[in-house]
């Protein structure tokens, strides 16, 4: 079953659907003044029901790990900050593989870490700076740190070398397959014109660069501006799921690039912005923010991704839609939401809420229930 999580603006204001996403408990988890209350990255374990979430703060290079059935603070997972080897960058990209490997990313120096789960002990280092000629940047995951790791061998996102040029990317690779055992490399036959089936001539850089979550049947990978969701594997795509929502009927094209123009056109358009899949109940959840101006007519203030709303599609593992429900702006971070086998648990540390608390983390719990 797959959940996919939408942002739009109302076009359709009853619903018509059997099923909604229910409000249930609220959580509190609480912080100190050395850990960040919004944070970039987060990654459910469910083998060990904990939560991992990054350290925002530069000062204070860590993982803070989160009980997910008693949402109490456990520990902290820090990094040596000196040494040669040392993985010197905050843990935007990381991976919690299980207690023994914890894999970190720097993407300056372009070095994949395998550390242990406590990040005290090092155990291999991976330098991508041999593999240039076809890979410049890289990410273990995006729109959540959710890697994919099997039988040693771990994929890897590939950035575009022109991260605005459509037309000069779309033969650049995709996804790349590291053999952890031999310290090999092969690049997958999956490339960015995967994300651009229209020949759009340019695109935002932030819509650019793939979304990915792991299922028992492969990854799932969508892109900011798909229109559907792709199963894919070693050989390439397995499974092309369309994507439509109730509130809007595309998305906004860029006209030319601008950098002045480059946030304004992000939140006043339409786009998916990270992918979770719930191996457990095979729930996968897609999140989408609405367009809204930018400009506030009321305030004159001008409005930001966290001002935006977002759609939730769910669908069931025929992928047909179960429901489709929205969620005001303001108030949720999408950044540290999470789902577990319990729900759907959208973070309350949004910097633009009224009730934002800088020492706690905030989520309100959400399942999928019939009327």
Not at 57 to 76: E, G, M, P
Not at 142 to 147: F, R, Y
Not at 289 to 316: C, Q, R, W
Request: net charge negative.
């Amino acid at each position: 079953m797959i959940i996919i999580v939408y942002s739009c603006e109302d076009k359709k204001k009853v619903s018509s659907y059997d099923y909604y996403l229910s409000e249930n408990q609220e959580y509190e988890v609480e912080i100190d003044a050395s850990i960040s209350p919004v944070p970039a990255a987060v990654q459910y374990v469910p083998e060990e029901n904990i939560v991992i979430l990054n350290n925002r703060y530069a000062n204070d290079r860590s993982l803070i790990v989160i009980d997910a059935k008693t949402f109490q603070f456990r520990h902290k997972i820090k990094f040596d900050s000196e040494g040669e080897n040392s993985p010197q960058a905050n843990p935007l990209n990381f991976y919690y593989h299980n207690k023994d490997s914890l894999f970190l990313v720097n993407i300056f120096s372009k070095k994949l870490y395998l550390l242990d789960s406590m990040g005290k002990t090092l155990y291999k280092t991976f330098d991508f700076n041999g593999f240039a000629t076809f890979i410049d940047q890289w990410q273990l995951g995006m729109g959540n740190n959710e890697g994919n790791f099997s039988q040693g061998v771990f994929q890897i996102i590939c950035e575009p070398n022109d991260m605005m040029n459509t037309e000069k990317s779309k033969n650049d690779p995709l996804l790349a397959y590291l053999n952890l055992e031999i310290g090999e490399m092969k690049i997958s036959r999956l490339t960015y014109g995967l994300n651009n089936p229209f020949n759009i001539p340019i695109q935002h850089p932030w819509l650019q660069v793939p979304l990915t979550t792991t299922t028992q049947e492969g990854t799932l990978l969508t892109f900011g501006h798909s229109k559907s969701i792709y199963l894919i594997n070693d050989d390439g795509v397995h499974k092309e799921i369309p994507l439509k929502s109730d509130f809007f009927d595309d998305f906004d094209k860029m006209k030319k690039f601008d950098n002045q123009e480059l946030d304004k056109f992000y939140v006043e358009s339409y786009c998916i912005d990270r992918l979770f899949h719930d191996k457990q109940n095979q729930l996968t959840y897609v999140f989408l923010y609405h367009a809204i101006p930018y400009v506030n007519k009321d305030t004159g203030k001008m409005n930001s991704y966290e001002d935006k709303p977002f759609s939730v599609i769910v669908l069931d593992s025929s992928f047909k839609k179960l429901t489709e429900q929205k969620f005001e702006g303001s108030k949720y971070s999408l950044m540290g939401s999470f789902t577990t086998s319990e729900g759907l648990f959208l973070s309350l540390n949004n910097p633009h809420s009224e009730t934002f608390n800088e020492n706690l983390f905030k989520y309100k719990q959400f399942k999928l229930t019939h009327k």
